[in-house]
């Protein structure tokens, strides 16, 4: 794997130090159990994998490339780089603007965009629309492209079903950017219609056993399908491709109620002309985080902190994860810890913030600790860190054993 050259305060000594160990003890990474994590009477059992992955690395990388090859010159970022606030923050400060937020919406007209300026792509990547608008500007819009490799891998697999005269089927949020970008590069040669969970997959399931019209369907799915979407025609041969920061669970569940349909209506012999397989598109980094959240659900804690931005969505699924066994608290970094132990954290379904107390008693506990992969792992570094000082379990954290 490649090692990045990113801030060196993105960078941490305890968080550090647990994966360069686990990477000894698991190179192959087929063990999921956490790392449990002994600091006076703070007990953390931190997840096998968390934070930064490959696509956000890189996309990290490029950016201050961009900043440090460019003085003098105004560089704009599509939208947010990554899902994180504090990275987010910390490009603006070098003078960096947005020109979209991340649902679209423009922040900066594009006839105040000329051809002198740097444009960085996101990780997400963008729309073909949005990439032929720059080109026609004359913006270079291959020096500081980020899109993720396995973003990218979507799209390809997505030409090729499209070639082959499959609709593709996006496993997304409707709005989010990669599915933007994604329903648009899938859209170029094959129709595309986006669903959000197993209940939108279910609508297609009835459609193709006879129990929604084609009206009923197209209305459920309005402004989520290219236009033009024929069901009778276009749900007769699919291919399943995801937003690679969902759940790769929900993915496969959605594939196989829909291979079920398929299967019901053709029947075996027939089946691999109806649904392609496409379980290569899952994102690995994904996979390995869900999987290590897998393992954190056989601990026993007292409480779950997810760190990462409010906004991402892989984030949020590590919390729809640990939930429904743990007390979570989903907070952006250290500064939503206070010093009576209370917390600022997240509500993922009423998508507002809230102030609850931590259950530590006489500072002692035993702590659930992930982040998204978008997170700098500095971060958890600084809850940890908090975590210790406000429990008075000062601990000198350059003598760390496991």
Known sequence: MKNFEIPAYYRSPIISKVKAQRKLQDPRKKD?????????????????????????????????KAIQENPGKRIFLLSQMIHNPGVNEDLQSYGIEFIQDTKGKQLIPWENITSEDVVIIPAFGTTIEIENKLTEIGVDVKSYNTTCPFVEKVWNRSDTLGTSNHTIIIHGKHDHEETRATFSHASQNAPTLVVKNLKEAQKLVDFIEGKLSSEELLSYF????????????????????????????????????????????????????????????????????????????????????????????????????????????????????????????????????????????????TIILTSGASCPDAVVDRVIQKLLYLTKNEINLENINF
């Open 222 to 365: 309005e402004d989520k399908c290219t236009n033009g979407f024929n069901p009778e025609e276009d749900l007769t041969k699919i291919g399943v491709v995801n937003q690679t920061t969902m759940l790769a669970t929900e993915t496969q569940e959605i594939t196989e109620l829909l291979r079920d349909a398929m299967l019901k209506k053709y029947g075996e012999t027939n089946i691999k002309q109806h649904i392609a397989d496409t379980r290569d598109t899952l994102c690995y980094a994904t996979n390995d985080n869900q999987s290590a959240t897998y393992g954190l659900l056989e601990e026993k804690a007292d409480f779950a902190i997810i760190v990462g931005g409010y906004n991402s969505s892989n984030t949020t699924h590590l919390v729809e994860l640990l939930e429904p066994k743990f007390p979570c608290y989903f907070i952006n970094s250290e500064e939503n810890i206070f010093d009576n132990l209370e917390v600022s954290c997240f509500d993922i379904r009423s998508k507002t913030e809230s102030v609850k107390a931590l259950p530590i008693k006489n500072n002692k506990a």
């Open 32 to 64: 999921f159990t956490p790392t449990r994590l002994s600091l006076g009477n703070i007990d953390f059992l931190i997840a096998r994998h968390f934070g930064f992955c490959y696509g956000v690395e890189n996309a990290i990388e490029i950016s201050y």
